[in-house]
């Protein structure tokens, strides 16, 4: 039998290698046909409508940045450029009679980038959680906020249906604030051996660390506005009834907790200007306007504290934006944040953001390798600064904290149960490394960079041992 899985493994790993190869050299062999298609009908004049093209490029990313950065007619001006660059770009290939050759190229080029992808993604491990079987519990508690995610208790019976699988509802309805931590705190004291959230991910990461305190199973039920954290669990949103198969047919997942000055937070805690704007009474009858009216004072350091950061051993001073999120998000878009495909990282991902002009708004485009933008990992990440307390978004809510604020991350410290049928978390997609992409389309031999299983009939490789 050992035998039979060895030359399965060995033939595998050769069919995946060969596949990823072949991927390799199709983004190239795409590149290649996008580069011969504008030479070939525009001749040396594409060289003229690409560099047009990027230029284009730029100028939106630094019209933005202008925009939000100043008020009044500068504003505006900044505005007429963003709109205006792609339009003139287009009226360049449409006077030229190169629009279908321009759509084809960046077609082109757009499948280039999915085979890059598809190469360097193929192969990789599994990135799903462990997960267990999870025992029913006998005495659920369930605490749920009605006006949570626009009605979505009521809207999918929620209560009825959790009080029909034997579990205790606490529906946070008022007079008045209610204290969910001494809700959740006396429930367990009456007995509780399951605790569960249907609402925002703020209570729910309030009611996690009491459950992981008490070493209790949670329960996410996606009621809430986002619902971050139970996107990167894998839950449906869009059904947050589904979430309660979890208490009959769940299994258990292990995962980590974030934590800032004794508070928990699921998804990641932010400093500076978000926390700033947020924190303005005005922002919630009107989040737009007091977004633009406030940060052109907080991006050119006139409004807002001053903050420095340690990670790592790393120093960031004055970025203009902090985010610290319990485990590293994908860097799937210009500003680094996207989903998370696991949680038990055991790490703390960091992304700070500072942008003095136009010219380092567009050095954004290099996802982390320009001085605008920074992207750690650490274990523990404090941040200071010149006033004695900050504000601080905790997913999603803003609270005032005095400095220094430490963050820290506790691997595996929450037990999660969802349902053991739900969507799941998509694999990361690969970033894009050209120098690796290059290696693995080259048609000369290559030393591997990951182990390789025993050949049928020989011994294992050095590397594999």
């Known amino acids: 039998m050992s035998g039979c899985t060895t030359h399965f493994r060995w033939g595998w790993y050769l069919m995946s290698t060969m596949t990823r190869r072949w991927l390799a050299r199709a983004s190239f062999a795409l590149v290649l046909a996008a580069v011969a298609l504008l030479l070939a009908v525009a001749g040396w004049r594409s060289l ?12 939106v990313l630094a019209g933005g940045y202008w925009f939000l950065a100043n008020r009044g007619v500068r504003r505006w001006l900044a505005l007429v450029l963003v709109v205006a660059a792609p339009v003139l770009i287009v009226v360049a290939f449409t006077w030229h009679h190169l629009v279908w050759v321009a759509v084809v190229a960046v077609a082109l080029m757009v499948a280039a980038a999915g085979t890059a992808r598809a190469a360097l993604g193929a192969g990789r491990q599994d990135t799903a959680m462990p997960a267990v079987p999870a025992a029913r519990p006998r005495r659920p508690f369930l605490i749920m906020n009605p006006r949570s995610g626009g009605g979505k208790v009521t809207k999918f019976g929620l209560q009825d249906k959790a009080e029909a699988l034997g579990a205790q509802v606490a529906l946070l309805e008022g007079p008045g604030t209610v204290d969910v931590a001494a809700l959740a705190r006396q429930a367990v004291a009456d007995g509780a051996d399951l605790l569960s959230v249907a609402g925002g991910d703020g209570t729910q990461a309030l009611v996690a660390g ?16 986002r619902n971050h954290f139970a996107l990167d669990l894998g839950l449906d949103r869009e059904d947050p009834a589904s979430c309660l198969d979890g208490l009959t047919d769940g299994v258990e ?30 922002y919630r009858d009107d989040k737009r306007g007091t977004t633009l009216q406030m940060l052109p004072e907080l991006l050119n350091g006139h409004q807002g504290a001053r903050l420095s950061a ?3 051993g790393t120093r960031i001073d004055g970025p203009q934006a902090l985010l610290v999120s319990n485990g590293p998000y994908e860097m799937g878009d ?21 942008v003095d002009s136009a010219r380092q708004a567009i ?12 992207v750690l990992t650490a274990d523990e990440v404090t941040v200071d600064a010149d006033a004695p307390q900050i504000p601080v978004g905790i997913d999603g809510e803003t609270v005032m904290l005095p ?6 991350i506790q691997p595996r410290a929450l037990r999660v149960v969802v349902p053991r049928e739900r969507p799941g978390v998509p694999a990361p997609k690969a970033t894009l490394e050209w120098p690796r992409l290059r290696q693995l389309a080259s048609f000369r031999a290559q030393p591997h960079s990951e182990p390789l299983p025993a050949q049928p009939g020989k011994e294992p490789s050095p590397q594999a041992r």
Request: glycine fraction near 12%.
């Open 48 to 59: 003229t409508l690409v560099a047009l093209a990027v230029i284009g490029v730029c100028a």
């Open 210 to 225: 009491i459950a992981a305190e008490h070493g209790l199973p949670f329960l996410v039920i996606s009621a809430g506005t």
């Open 253 to 282: 997942l292990r995962v980590d907790l974030g934590i800032i000055a004794d508070r928990t937070f699921v998804n990641n805690a932010s400093f500076g200007a978000y926390a700033e704007v947020v924190r303005s009474p005005a």
């Open 310 to 312: 340690r990670v790592a």
């Open 334 to 354: 210009v500003a680094g944040l996207g989903r998370r495909a696991r949680l038990d990282a055991g790490t703390l991902g960091v992304v700070a953001v500072r």
């Open 363 to 374: 050095g954004l485009l290099r996802r982390g390798h320009g001085p605008g933008l920074t």
């Open 403 to 408: 400095t220094p604020v430490r963050c820290i």
